[in-house]
């Protein structure tokens, strides 16, 4: 899966008659306006960059390297007038009708995202800073020093230590937030509240805190200023005084840290447990519907998502009987107990922690070697496969993935979380296909260097088309070869079923009460799950009501789209033309994608 982070806010919006116009020529060509729309575009997303600092680091950019994105109430409204006032502007200044087909979408797309932070700030209260299990601020705001800000000179150290000197600010601001969602009834489940204590002990754990090794932060400062040194980009000296400068603000997060220790704490007794999902909030039910749609970006109501789930889980149960017959054993049942005996769980070691990493690598470039029987697109820069930082890895976590900065200096990176038991190693490739190629860092390496689009296209990011992309991947594996026997492939197909179960179980979890336990063993017993990992899954979908239908309803979507052009043209469709279009042009709202294929068809005609 790919990383989201979600805050925003809802005012009334900048009446038009104060936004001053801007007049089309008449004769304007398609062509034209489009470029007048990107060039448009362009200025108006370096505006927003100014109060995106984490998103300028991401791309790669030195603007505001020393600063922290302003998460408190009057920075997500400043954010969000801005963007309302951006898109007034663009209204008034752009006839949409004199837009080719892509100036179109560019410009429905700079709408849906400021109705999508309209939606998200509306009820920013349920999803608090604490609240998820994937994007907690407490472990998130380190993880994205250690990941995402990258040191090439003294300049980007000095910007490392102003945000550490930062941090603790970014943690009460987190703290007070997830209060206020506390007093309208918004609660942390027990289970995160349990997981930020020991979290929150564990970054401030180990030098400059106390004896022993290192603390997470202390050892990637000292790596930076190292390979600073290293290469001459500092003396020693200069390297000396940096990592002092870098302890001392290191130091200085305890004091925050432990702020939030105690605010969990004070929380446990009161945390909820049990019946944890949307339905058990105040207002939840609203939410939850938002959520499906922020996550979908279709309008489907939960009873709807649950019941494609259900179809989808008989129709993929059924494929796998085929394939076990195949193989000579009796049904899927008799498979899956012929792998377990072949190959039981064991504890990692970390000798078995590099053979999967190994493996993981080497499925990796095997699949790039395979794409060019159905990409003209694909990627440039380096993917590596590592391990989840220690203070973020659970056992039976999610595998997740980040994109290349697109200057390449930040590789694209599939994250593994290597404690707890092993899995069938039959499952490797096709994780790889959906993490790294042809799924999410390969869609992330050519989103960002995406030419001739305005460049917010190659940023935005949408749950069901990036996660839709990756889904379908597999399925592009398969028609690749990347599968060498039945094994990997009746795996491929235990990861849809796994997607399919998804969507009963969130949609379960959050619209039909189901408690913890019972989705635990819904997922365990048709989602096919270990104990531990089942439990780990659930826990994140309670935390982040529907992002986990984004995948399969993403994945339908571009597979129905694949049918309709295939019908459609005949004999002309081109399947390597048609995938480069997909993934071509960066994530989109699945709309907004339809129109894009349908444009395409018209064109291929």
């Known amino acids: 899966m790919s990383r989201l982070l979600l805050s925003v806010a809802a005012f009334a919006l900048v009446p038009l008659a104060s936004v001053p116009v801007i007049a089309a020529p008449a004769a304007a060509s ?5 470029a007048r729309l990107t060039a448009f575009l362009d200025k108006e997303f370096a505006e927003d960059l100014k109060l995106r600092p984490q998103l300028a680091t991401r791309l790669g950019l030195k603007d505001g390297i020393d600063r922290w994105d302003d998460t408190t109430a009057a ?40 109705e999508r932070l309209e939606l998200q700030f509306k009820f920013r209260r349920y999803q608090p800073p604490f609240y998820s299990t994937l994007y907690s601020a407490h472990a998130q705001l ?14 980007d150290m000095r910007g490392y230590i102003a945000r550490l000197q930062g941090l603790p600010r970014m943690l009460d601001t987190a703290r007070i937030q997830t209060v206020q969602s506390q ?97 058990s909030l105040p207002g939840g039910a609203a939410w939850y519907a938002a959520a499906l749609k922020l996550n979908t970006t279709l309008d489907l109501s939960a009873a709807q998502v649950h019941q494609i789930g259900l179809s989808e889980v008989k129709r993929i149960e059924g494929e796998q009987d085929a394939l076990a017959r195949q193989a000579g054993l009796a049904d899927r049942n008799a498979f899956y107990a012929d792998r377990a ?63 290349p900065s697109p200057d390449g200096a930040r590789p694209g990176r599939v994250y593994l979380h290597l404690l707890g038991e092993t899995l069938d190693p039959a499952k490797t490739i096709d994780l790889m296909c959906h993490e790294g190629v042809p799924g999410h860092v390969m869609q992330g390496d050519i989103a960002v260097r995406q030419t001739g689009v305005p460049k917010f296209r190659t940023t935005s990011g949408y749950v069901a088309y990036s996660e839709g992309w990756a889904l379908y991947s597999e399925q592009l594996c398969k ?20 997607r399919a179960a998804r969507l009963v179980t969130d ?62 043209l005949g004999p002309k469709f081109d399947i390597r033309a048609f995938d ?19 444009d395409w068809i018209a064109a291929q005609k």
């Open 142 to 155: 380190p993880d994205f020093l250690i990941n995402t800000h990258t040191v090439k000179d003294a300049a």
């Open 30 to 34: 398609a062509e034209a306006e489009d």
């Open 507 to 568: 949609t379960g979890l959050h619209a039909m009460g189901w408690s913890e336990d019972q989705a635990v063993a819904y997922m365990t017993s048709t989602g096919r799950l270990p104990a531990q990992q089942a439990r780990s899954e659930v826990r994140r979908y309670i935390t982040l009501p529907g992002q986990a239908t984004g995948y399969k309803i993403g994945m339908i979507k571009i597979m129905e789209l694949r049918a309709k052009a295939e019908k459609a």
């Open 580 to 598: 480069d279009l997909i993934v071509g042009g960066g994530s989109m709202p699945l709309p907004v994608l339809e129109r894009r294929v349908d």
């Open 341 to 403: 005996k072949k190959f039981p769980p064991q504890a990692y070691t970390d000798e078995l922690r590099k053979a999967y990493l190994d493996a993981a690598n080497a499925a990796i470039a095997r699949n790039r070697e395979l794409l060019g029987a159905r990409f003209n697109l694909k990627p440039v820069h380096r993917i590596e496969v590592v391990r989840e930082p220690a203070f973020s890895e659970v056992a039976g976590g999610a595998a997740h993935a980040a994109g």
């Open 183 to 279: 007093q309208q009834g918004i609660r942390v489940p027990r289970f995160q509240v349990e997981r930020v204590i020991a979290s929150a002990k564990s970054l401030t754990s180990g030098a400059p805190f106390d004896g022993g090794a290192d603390s997470a932060l202390m050892a990637d400062a000292r790596a930076k200023v190292g390979k600073l040194e290293k290469d001459g980009k500092v003396s020693a000296d200069e390297a000396k005084s940096l990592l002092a400068s870098a302890a001392s603000a290191i130091l200085a997060t305890k004091p925050a840290y432990d702020r939030v220790a105690a605010w969990a704490q004070a929380a446990l007794p009161g945390a909820p447990g049990g019946k944890v999902g949307s339905g």
């Open 75 to 114: 920075g997500q409204l400043k954010r969000l007038q801005s963007r309302r006032a951006s898109v007034a502007r663009m209204k008034a200044a752009f006839n949409r009708a004199s837009l080719s087909a892509t100036g179109k979408a560019n410009y429905d797309m700079w709408i849906v995202e400021l």
């Open 479 to 498: 028609e690749m070869g990347a599968y060498p026997d039945v094994a990997s492939d009746f795996m491929r197909l235990d990861a849809e079923l796994f």
